[in-house]
Structures are given as C-alpha cells and as structure tokens.
C-alpha cells in the first residue's frame, strides 16, 4: 500500500529532522521543504542514513507562492502538512521584529493558501509555551489565559494560533488543525545521526551545556540565580526531542482519523519543571562530565518559572512522553561528541 504523503516544512530543522524520522517510521512518507535557513543539508544525510532511504526533498522558501504551489502540484496527494518553518530565537526576535512576524506569520498565510487550494486539511501547527507568558500559576493547562507575549517570537506564535483559528472556524472551512504548545525540546536522536545544530553561540541551555563540556566553550552562563524558584534558578519543562516528534504522529494520525475537532490545542511536555541547576546535575550524572559554570545576570524575556499540565495531552491525545531528563541529556551529548568536539 502506498504511504500516505505528509508535507514538513523545516524538515531540515531540529524538531523537524527527528519528525521526520518518526513519520516515516510510523509508515507515513514524509515530504520536506526547507530553505536552510537555520539547518544544513547534513541533517537530511543524517535521516537518509537512520531510514536507509532518501526523503523527497524541496528547497524552497515557505513564503514563495509560486514555489509552493509548484510543491503540491508536483507531489499530489498530499494529505496533511506539519508546519515547522519559523525562526524561533526569543533573543533575536527583539531586534529583527520584522523579520520574524514576516517569516513567521507570512509563511502560515501563504501556506494555508496553498493548502486550500489544493483541497489540503490537515495541519498540525508548532506553537510553544511562549505564548503563555508569565503565568499566574503552574503547571500551565491549555485553558491558561495567554497574555501579551514577552517578545515578538512569542507574538508571531499568538498570531498564527489566532489565525488557525478564524480560519478554520469559517463557516465553509475545510481545515482542520492541532496546535501543539511545546514546552522545551532538548535531546537527539539515539544513532546521534541527527540533533541540534545551533549556528554561533546557543541560545538554548542543552548545547550551551555540551558545548562547554566538549571543551567549545570556557564555561556555562546561567542566567539569574534569584527567581522566585526553590534554588533561584529558572524552572523548565524539558522534553525528549524524539518524545515531542512521535507527538507529531499522533497528531497527524488523529486528524487524518477525523477525530479531531476543527482546532485542538494540546501541551506537549513532561509534567515536570527542572531548574537549570538541576538540569547541571543531571547532566554530569549522566554524562561523568563536570561542568565549568558561573551564575550571571538574569536575561531578558526569561520568564521565571513553567511547565506544563499534560492532563488533556494524555486523556485526549492519547500522548505521553517516556524519556527521562538523564536519557535525554545522554543523548545530546552523544550528539555531541559524534559532531567532533
Ligand atoms: N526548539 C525550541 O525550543 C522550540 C520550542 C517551541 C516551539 N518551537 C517551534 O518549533 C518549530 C521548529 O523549531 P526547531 O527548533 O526545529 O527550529 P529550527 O530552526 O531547527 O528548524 C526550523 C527549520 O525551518 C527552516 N525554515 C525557516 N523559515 C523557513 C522558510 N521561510 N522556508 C523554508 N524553511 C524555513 C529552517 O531552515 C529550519 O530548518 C519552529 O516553528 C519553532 O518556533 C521550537
């Protein structure tokens, strides 16, 4: 039987390239756009090499018309889309707002044109806790009231969930949509043939982590060590980057079931906070590694404390996450070393 056609746009990408991995193995055929924006050819040789298979391929930007256009027609009978294309830095986001709202939200517009076009209804969509700003109280349901986001990277997330939305609330829409709220993806996959590959300094702890204890960097900055937190240090979800990929599948099969409703909005997280002084621990516990680190100012935008209440994810969804914090840290510093540090 021929493999259903799942477009993933920033399949090159981080969460993407593990996604990929997991549809195809799930028995789907995933199909990738990327512009290489923010990855590099070497992940799709990382996920040829896990499938013993080459993965269609597209090298278009996700904002061009014509060329997405171009991609349906070519592929045909394509069944749903998971749109991972975005630029996600919260940092970077404060000085190139314009960048990222055009990216970011004109890429959704343009894509859902072309999906109702040609007659495409199913769209799982990245979003992330970011759009839960600083919340009142944790863990964080999706009932949570979102508040104005803390940079324009958390807007653009806003925006698109809103347009989702009204688009798909129209009286003769079509689409049906399942937003999923990350919380923080950390990790690799376990061959270590694909994982984060941040350009320049990370932004993120996890590599900032593995860099500094491959030797790349002096040592890890933690920022702030008096939040309103048990240790002071800031509180995140972490989530296998694998656990959130398979989440996808879940997603994708639970649209093209039609047992969704027009728009569902699920957490995709642990359940679990960790302070970063724990996430420190953790990782030399895994790794035997010792980490240099210094405790600098607080930065910007960081809100003190989240994670998430996984309740609907796991009643409704049927999704729950399996890997450990140390699992996880394991495998990016697999990861890691397999990069020649
Ligand atoms: N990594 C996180 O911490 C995190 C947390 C919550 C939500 N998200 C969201 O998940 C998605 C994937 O994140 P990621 O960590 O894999 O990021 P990533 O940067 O590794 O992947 C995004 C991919 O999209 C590509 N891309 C960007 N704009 C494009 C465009 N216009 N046309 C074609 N390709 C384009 C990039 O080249 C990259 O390969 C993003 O939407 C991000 O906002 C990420």
Not at 154 to 170: H, S
Not at 316 to 335: D, R
Request: include cysteine; charge should be negative; glycine fraction near 8%.
């Amino acid at each position: 039987m021929d493999r259903i056609k799942i477009l993933v746009t920033g399949g090159a990408g981080y969460i993407g390239s593990h996604a990929v991995v997991e549809l195809y193995e799930a028995g789907f055929q995933p199909v990738i756009i990327d512009n290489f924006v923010n990855s590099q050819e070497s992940a799709l040789r990382g996920v040829e090499e896990i499938l013993g298979v080459k993965v269609p391929f597209h090298r278009i930007d996700c904002n061009d018309l014509e060329a997405m256009r171009a991609v349906f027609a070519e592929e045909g009978s394509l069944r749903g889309v998971i749109h991972f294309a975005a630029y996600k830095a919260v940092g970077e986001s404060v000085q190139k707002p314009l960048e990222y709202y055009q990216n970011n939200v004109g890429s959704l517009l343009t894509l859902l044109q072309v999906m109702r076009e040609f007659g495409v209804e199913a769209l799982v969509f990245s979003s992330s806790c970011t759009v839960y700003g600083v919340p009142d109280a944790l863990p964080v349901t999706e009932q949570t009231p979102t508040k104005k986001a803390n940079s324009p990277y958390g807007a653009t997330k806003q925006m698109c969930e809103d347009i989702l939305r009204d688009v798909a609330a129209a009286p003769d829409a079509s689409l049906r949509t399942i937003l999923l709220r990350y919380f923080n993806p950390i990790g690799a996959h376990p061959s270590a043939k694909i994982g984060e590959l941040p350009l320049g300094v990370p932004q993120n702890l996890i590599p900032y982590v593995t860099q500094t204890a491959a030797g790349i960097r002096e040592k890890l900055t933690i920022y702030g060590n008096t939040y309103d937190t048990p240790d002071g240090t800031n509180i995140r979800d972490y989530v296998h980057v694998v656990d959130l990929a398979k989440a996808h599948v879940v997603a994708v099969q639970r649209l093209l079931d039609a047992q969704a409703e027009r728009v569902e909005t699920f957490n995709v997280g642990t359940g679990r906070g960790n302070s970063v002084l724990e996430v420190v621990q953790a990782f030399e516990r895994a790794t035997g590694q010792k980490l240099n680190y210094v405790i600098g100012p607080p930065r910007a935008g960081d809100v003190p404390a989240i994670y998430a209440d996984v309740t609907k994810s796991t009643q409704e969804l049927h999704f729950q996450t399996t890997s450990t914090l140390e699992e996880a840290l394991s495998s990016a510093w697999k990861w890691q070393l397999s990069l020649g540090a």
